[in-house]
Protein backbone atom coordinates (compact mmCIF):
# COMPACT_ATOMS: atom_id res chain seq x y z
CA UNK A 1 0.00 0.00 0.00
CA UNK A 2 3.04 2.62 -0.56
CA UNK A 3 3.58 4.62 -3.28
CA UNK A 4 6.58 7.44 -3.77
CA UNK A 5 6.76 10.25 -5.59
CA UNK A 6 9.24 10.32 -8.28
CA UNK A 7 11.37 13.51 -8.99
CA UNK A 8 9.78 16.06 -11.59
CA UNK A 9 10.91 19.51 -12.48
CA UNK A 10 8.07 22.32 -12.54
CA UNK A 11 7.98 24.70 -15.22
CA UNK A 12 5.68 27.85 -15.88
CA UNK A 13 2.66 27.17 -17.28
CA UNK A 14 1.28 29.14 -20.20
CA UNK A 15 -0.20 31.91 -19.08
CA UNK A 16 1.50 32.25 -15.78
CA UNK A 17 4.20 34.65 -15.35
CA UNK A 18 7.62 33.80 -13.76
CA UNK A 19 8.91 37.07 -13.20
CA UNK A 20 9.32 37.98 -9.72
CA UNK A 21 9.06 41.43 -10.89
CA UNK A 22 5.43 41.01 -12.50
CA UNK A 23 2.62 41.26 -10.54
CA UNK A 24 0.09 38.59 -10.57
CA UNK A 25 -3.53 38.87 -10.32
CA UNK A 26 -4.58 38.02 -6.53
CA UNK A 27 -6.28 35.06 -5.70
CA UNK A 28 -9.28 34.43 -3.17
CA UNK A 29 -9.65 31.42 -1.15
CA UNK A 30 -13.03 30.41 -3.03
CA UNK A 31 -10.69 30.22 -6.24
CA UNK A 32 -7.75 28.40 -4.54
CA UNK A 33 -9.99 25.73 -2.56
CA UNK A 34 -11.93 25.45 -5.76
CA UNK A 35 -8.99 23.97 -7.76
CA UNK A 36 -7.00 21.96 -4.92
CA UNK A 37 -9.94 21.47 -2.24
CA UNK A 38 -12.80 19.78 -3.95
CA UNK A 39 -14.17 16.32 -2.81
CA UNK A 40 -14.21 14.76 0.86
CA UNK A 41 -13.24 17.02 3.89
CA UNK A 42 -10.53 14.85 6.02
CA UNK A 43 -8.85 15.09 8.71
CA UNK A 44 -4.98 16.15 8.16
CA UNK A 45 -2.10 16.53 10.49
CA UNK A 46 1.25 18.17 10.53
CA UNK A 47 4.88 16.70 11.76
CA UNK A 48 8.24 17.32 12.14
CA UNK A 49 11.29 15.17 13.13
CA UNK A 50 14.02 16.82 13.95
CA UNK A 51 16.81 13.66 13.37
CA UNK A 52 19.76 14.43 15.47
CA UNK A 53 17.83 15.83 18.13
CA UNK A 54 15.57 12.61 18.19
CA UNK A 55 12.68 14.82 18.45
CA UNK A 56 9.08 14.62 17.26
CA UNK A 57 6.29 17.58 17.28
CA UNK A 58 3.28 17.42 15.45
CA UNK A 59 -0.25 19.29 15.57
CA UNK A 60 -3.56 17.83 17.54
CA UNK A 61 -4.95 16.70 14.51
CA UNK A 62 -2.40 13.89 14.26
CA UNK A 63 -3.35 12.41 18.28
CA UNK A 64 -6.97 12.62 16.40
CA UNK A 65 -5.93 10.43 13.87
CA UNK A 66 -4.13 7.60 16.34
CA UNK A 67 -7.13 8.12 18.57
CA UNK A 68 -5.19 9.46 21.66
CA UNK A 69 -5.42 12.29 23.91
CA UNK A 70 -2.90 15.01 23.53
CA UNK A 71 -2.75 15.04 27.42
CA UNK A 72 -1.76 11.02 27.05
CA UNK A 73 1.61 10.48 27.80
CA UNK A 74 3.83 9.92 24.47
CA UNK A 75 5.60 6.94 23.62
CA UNK A 76 7.04 8.50 20.79
CA UNK A 77 7.92 6.86 17.08
CA UNK A 78 7.92 3.64 18.78
CA UNK A 79 4.24 4.39 19.72
CA UNK A 80 3.25 5.51 15.94
CA UNK A 81 5.10 2.29 14.68
CA UNK A 82 2.87 0.03 17.12
CA UNK A 83 -0.28 1.56 15.73
CA UNK A 84 0.32 -0.04 12.07
CA UNK A 85 -1.62 -2.68 11.07
CA UNK A 86 0.76 -5.70 10.95
CA UNK A 87 0.28 -6.32 7.20
CA UNK A 88 1.13 -2.81 6.49
CA UNK A 89 4.44 -2.70 8.66
CA UNK A 90 6.92 -3.83 6.19
CA UNK A 91 8.51 -0.67 4.52
CA UNK A 92 8.76 -0.84 0.87
CA UNK A 93 12.36 0.46 -0.48
CA UNK A 94 11.33 3.10 -2.76
CA UNK A 95 9.77 4.82 0.26
CA UNK A 96 13.40 4.07 2.01
CA UNK A 97 15.44 4.70 -0.78
CA UNK A 98 13.47 8.73 -1.21
CA UNK A 99 13.71 9.09 2.00
CA UNK A 100 17.68 8.77 1.90
CA UNK A 101 18.24 10.28 -1.26
CA UNK A 102 16.14 13.73 0.38
CA UNK A 103 13.22 13.66 -2.10
CA UNK A 104 9.54 13.75 -1.05
CA UNK A 105 7.64 10.51 -0.52
CA UNK A 106 3.79 9.54 -0.32
CA UNK A 107 3.06 6.06 1.90
CA UNK A 108 -0.07 4.69 2.69
CA UNK A 109 -0.58 2.11 5.09
CA UNK A 110 -3.13 1.14 7.99
CA UNK A 111 -3.22 1.96 12.18
CA UNK A 112 -5.38 0.75 14.51
CA UNK A 113 -6.21 3.62 17.14
CA UNK A 114 -6.60 3.62 20.41
CA UNK A 115 -9.97 2.44 20.54
CA UNK A 116 -9.44 -0.19 18.48
CA UNK A 117 -10.56 1.07 15.22
CA UNK A 118 -8.75 0.76 11.99
CA UNK A 119 -8.04 3.82 9.96
CA UNK A 120 -6.23 4.41 6.63
CA UNK A 121 -3.46 6.85 7.02
CA UNK A 122 -1.69 8.86 4.10
CA UNK A 123 1.77 10.08 5.00
CA UNK A 124 3.67 13.00 2.86
CA UNK A 125 7.23 13.36 3.85
CA UNK A 126 9.45 15.84 2.61
CA UNK A 127 13.28 15.13 3.85
CA UNK A 128 15.44 17.94 4.35
CA UNK A 129 19.43 17.88 4.01
CA UNK A 130 21.80 19.90 6.60
CA UNK A 131 24.55 21.26 5.14
CA UNK A 132 27.01 18.46 4.87
CA UNK A 133 24.05 16.97 2.65
CA UNK A 134 23.03 14.50 5.43
CA UNK A 135 18.83 14.44 5.65
CA UNK A 136 18.65 16.02 9.05
CA UNK A 137 14.91 16.94 9.56
CA UNK A 138 11.90 15.35 8.03
CA UNK A 139 8.47 17.21 8.02
CA UNK A 140 5.12 16.89 6.15
CA UNK A 141 1.59 15.60 6.74
CA UNK A 142 -0.55 12.94 7.83
CA UNK A 143 -3.88 12.35 6.54
CA UNK A 144 -6.73 10.24 7.31
CA UNK A 145 -8.19 8.83 4.53
CA UNK A 146 -10.63 6.40 5.95
CA UNK A 147 -13.73 8.00 4.62
CA UNK A 148 -12.69 7.59 0.98
CA UNK A 149 -11.84 4.24 1.73
CA UNK A 150 -15.12 3.29 3.14
CA UNK A 151 -17.08 5.39 0.26
CA UNK A 152 -14.98 3.34 -2.19
CA UNK A 153 -15.67 0.03 -0.28
CA UNK A 154 -19.41 0.68 -0.31
CA UNK A 155 -19.26 1.99 -3.96
CA UNK A 156 -17.78 -1.76 -4.76
CA UNK A 157 -20.30 -3.14 -2.49
CA UNK A 158 -23.22 -1.48 -4.85
CA UNK A 159 -21.79 -2.44 -8.09
CA UNK A 160 -21.50 -6.12 -7.19
CA UNK A 161 -25.01 -6.08 -5.62
CA UNK A 162 -26.18 -4.53 -8.59
CA UNK A 163 -24.19 -7.15 -11.05
CA UNK A 164 -25.75 -9.98 -9.09
CA UNK A 165 -29.62 -9.02 -8.94
CA UNK A 166 -28.86 -8.77 -13.13
CA UNK A 167 -27.66 -11.63 -13.08
CA UNK A 168 -30.41 -13.30 -11.49
CA UNK A 169 -33.11 -11.42 -14.07
CA UNK A 170 -31.13 -13.06 -16.57
CA UNK A 171 -30.91 -16.42 -15.44
CA UNK A 172 -34.63 -16.25 -14.88
CA UNK A 173 -35.48 -15.24 -18.67
CA UNK A 174 -33.25 -17.71 -19.78
CA UNK A 175 -35.09 -20.66 -17.66
CA UNK A 176 -38.63 -19.24 -18.12
CA UNK A 177 -38.32 -17.79 -21.68
CA UNK A 178 -35.48 -20.36 -22.94
CA UNK A 179 -33.27 -17.66 -24.20
CA UNK A 180 -29.56 -17.96 -24.06
CA UNK A 181 -27.23 -15.69 -22.10
CA UNK A 182 -27.12 -12.59 -24.65
CA UNK A 183 -30.49 -13.25 -25.72
CA UNK A 184 -32.00 -12.69 -22.41
CA UNK A 185 -29.28 -9.70 -21.66
CA UNK A 186 -30.55 -7.66 -24.72
CA UNK A 187 -34.03 -8.23 -23.61
CA UNK A 188 -33.48 -7.10 -19.98
CA UNK A 189 -31.62 -3.58 -21.46
CA UNK A 190 -34.51 -3.27 -23.93
CA UNK A 191 -37.02 -3.32 -20.99
CA UNK A 192 -34.51 -0.84 -19.24
CA UNK A 193 -33.72 1.36 -21.88
CA UNK A 194 -38.05 1.60 -23.06
CA UNK A 195 -38.64 2.64 -19.72
CA UNK A 196 -35.80 4.59 -18.98
CA UNK A 197 -34.47 3.27 -15.83
CA UNK A 198 -30.91 1.65 -14.76
CA UNK A 199 -29.95 -1.71 -15.67
CA UNK A 200 -30.11 -3.51 -11.76
CA UNK A 201 -33.43 -1.71 -11.48
CA UNK A 202 -35.16 -3.06 -14.00
CA UNK A 203 -34.02 -6.58 -12.69
CA UNK A 204 -35.35 -6.04 -9.59
CA UNK A 205 -38.85 -5.36 -10.65
CA UNK A 206 -38.66 -8.23 -13.46
CA UNK A 207 -37.38 -10.76 -10.53
CA UNK A 208 -40.22 -9.08 -8.55
CA UNK A 209 -42.84 -9.38 -11.19
CA UNK A 210 -41.44 -13.21 -11.44
CA UNK A 211 -42.12 -13.97 -8.18
CA UNK A 212 -44.90 -16.51 -7.67
CA UNK A 213 -45.19 -17.21 -11.03
CA UNK A 214 -45.23 -20.84 -12.17
CA UNK A 215 -42.77 -22.57 -14.46
CA UNK A 216 -45.36 -23.42 -16.63
CA UNK A 217 -46.24 -19.90 -17.44
CA UNK A 218 -43.21 -19.47 -19.08
CA UNK A 219 -42.97 -17.02 -21.87
CA UNK A 220 -46.39 -15.48 -20.66
CA UNK A 221 -44.56 -14.63 -17.19
CA UNK A 222 -41.68 -12.88 -18.46
CA UNK A 223 -43.45 -10.95 -21.33
CA UNK A 224 -45.98 -9.73 -18.41
CA UNK A 225 -42.86 -8.94 -16.35
CA UNK A 226 -40.55 -7.24 -18.37
CA UNK A 227 -43.94 -4.97 -19.52
CA UNK A 228 -44.35 -4.08 -15.79
CA UNK A 229 -40.60 -2.50 -16.16
CA UNK A 230 -40.91 1.34 -15.50
CA UNK A 231 -39.77 4.83 -14.50
CA UNK A 232 -41.97 5.05 -11.54
CA UNK A 233 -43.64 2.62 -9.59
CA UNK A 234 -47.29 2.67 -9.44
CA UNK A 235 -49.15 4.29 -6.81
CA UNK A 236 -52.87 4.29 -5.48
CA UNK A 237 -53.20 8.06 -6.02
CA UNK A 238 -56.90 8.17 -5.78
CA UNK A 239 -57.05 6.80 -2.29
CA UNK A 240 -54.54 8.97 -1.21
CA UNK A 241 -56.10 12.16 -2.52
CA UNK A 242 -59.66 10.98 -1.07
CA UNK A 243 -57.96 10.79 2.60
CA UNK A 244 -56.55 14.37 1.84
CA UNK A 245 -60.59 15.36 1.11
CA UNK A 246 -61.75 13.75 4.13
CA UNK A 247 -59.42 15.39 6.59
CA UNK A 248 -60.07 18.62 4.61
CA UNK A 249 -63.79 18.77 4.94
CA UNK A 250 -63.78 17.64 8.89
Known sequence: MTTTTSSTTFTTPVGVSADAGEQAAPLT????????????????????????????????EIDVIHGRSSREPFGGLAELRSRIHPDDATVAPPTLAAFRQGRPFAAAHRVVDARGRARTVLVVGDPRRDRSG???EIGGFAVDVSTVVHEADRAVTRAMASGAVVEQAIGALMVLAGLDAGEAGRTLARAAGEADVPMPDAAR??????????????????????????????????????????????
Not at 47 to 57: I, P
Not at 214 to 230: C, N, W
Not at 242 to 250: F, K, N
Request: with cysteine; proline share 4%; charged share 25%.
Open 205 to 250: QVLAALSGREPADGADAVRDALASVQAHPRRDNGARLARRITRRSR
Open 29 to 60: AAEVTAALGAGTALVVGRYRVDLGAGACRWSP
Open 134 to 136: TVG
